[in-house]
Antibody, heavy 118, light 107 residues
C-alpha cells in the first residue's frame, strides 16, 4: 500500500527558506503514471495547490507562488522535496504531499504543520 | 484568471440528497475531482474523472458536469458525510487549482 510521509522543520523564521521532504513508500516514485505534488492549508482556510513534479523532473508551479517555489525529486531515495523562499507569516500552514494520477490526487500524506515565526 | 467557485456552506437532512457545485471556466475543458476533508485529517479523493469513485468510497457519492459547472451529489446523506468538500481541476497550462470549499452540515 502506497504511503507518503512529509518531514521537515515545524518552525521557520521570517525571510528564511521552508524546506520539506515527502518520502514515498510501498511504491516507486519513478512510475510513469503519476505526478507528485504539494498542497497547503492555512489555519481555518481552504486548500491551495503549490506545485507538482514528474519523476523526470518536469514541474508545474502555482503562478502566485512560482517566484519562491522549487520542487525537486530524488528517485534514488524515492523522495521529492519542496523549498519555499522568503517566507512570511502568510506561509504558516499544514503542508501536504500527494500523488496525482491523471484525474485526481489519490494518495495523500498526513500533513505537517509549518509555522513561520521569529 | 482561473478560479473555481463553491458555495461556502450547504446543509442537508439526514437521508436526503444534496448537491455541491463548483463553477469555473476550466471545467468546460477538464473534469473536476472532489475531496472530502474532516477536521484534523488529510483530504480524501471521493470522485474523479467523468464519475469515478476510488475503492472504498460509498456509491452514494456521484459526480456530474455541465458547461462550466461540476457537481458532487450525495444521495442519502449520512452523519459521517459531514465534512468540508473541495473541487479541483486544472487549467490549459497544466496548473491545478482548488475551489474555496463547501462545509456540509448533515441535520
Amino acid at each position: 500500500q502506497l504511503q507518503l510521509q512529509e518531514s521537515g522543520p515545524g518552525l521557520v523564521k521570517p525571510s528564511e527558506t521552508l524546506s520539506l521532504t515527502c518520502t514515498v513508500s510501498g511504491g516507486s516514485i519513478s512510475s510513469s503514471s503519476y505526478y507528485w505534488g504539494w498542497i497547503r492549508q492555512p489555519p481555518g482556510k481552504g486548500l491551495e495547490w503549490i506545485g507538482s513534479i514528474y519523476y523526470s523532473g518536469s514541474t508545474y508551479y502555482n503562478p502566485s507562488l512560482k517566484s519562491r517555489v522549487t520542487i525537486s525529486v530524488d528517485t534514488s531515495k524515492n523522495q521529492f522535496s519542496l523549498k519555499l523562499s522568503s517566507v512570511t507569516a502568510a506561509d504558516t500552514a499544514v503542508y501536504y504531499c500527494a500523488r496525482r494520477a491523471r484525474d485526481g490526487m489519490d494518495v495523500w500524506g498526513q500533513g505537517t504543520t509549518v509555522t513561520v515565526s521569529s | 484568471s482561473s478560479e473555481l467557485t463553491q458555495d461556502p456552506a450547504v446543509s442537508v437532512a439526514l437521508g436526503q440528497t444534496v448537491r455541491i457545485t463548483c463553477q469555473g471556466d476550466s471545467l468546460r475543458s477538464y473534469y473536476a475531482s472532489w475531496y472530502q476533508q474532516k477536521p484534523g485529517q488529510a483530504p480524501v479523493l471521493v470522485i474523479y474523472g467523468k464519475n469515478n469513485r476510488p475503492s472504498g468510497i460509498p456509491d452514494r457519492f456521484s459526480g456530474s458536469s455541465s458547461g462550466n459547472t461540476a457537481s458532487l451529489t450525495i444521495t442519502g446523506a449520512q452523519a459521517e458525510d459531514e465534512a468540508d468538500y473541495y473541487c479541483n481541476s486544472r487549467d490549459s497550462s497544466g496548473n491545478h487549482l482548488f475551489g474555496g470549499g463547501t462545509k456540509l452540515t448533515v441535520l
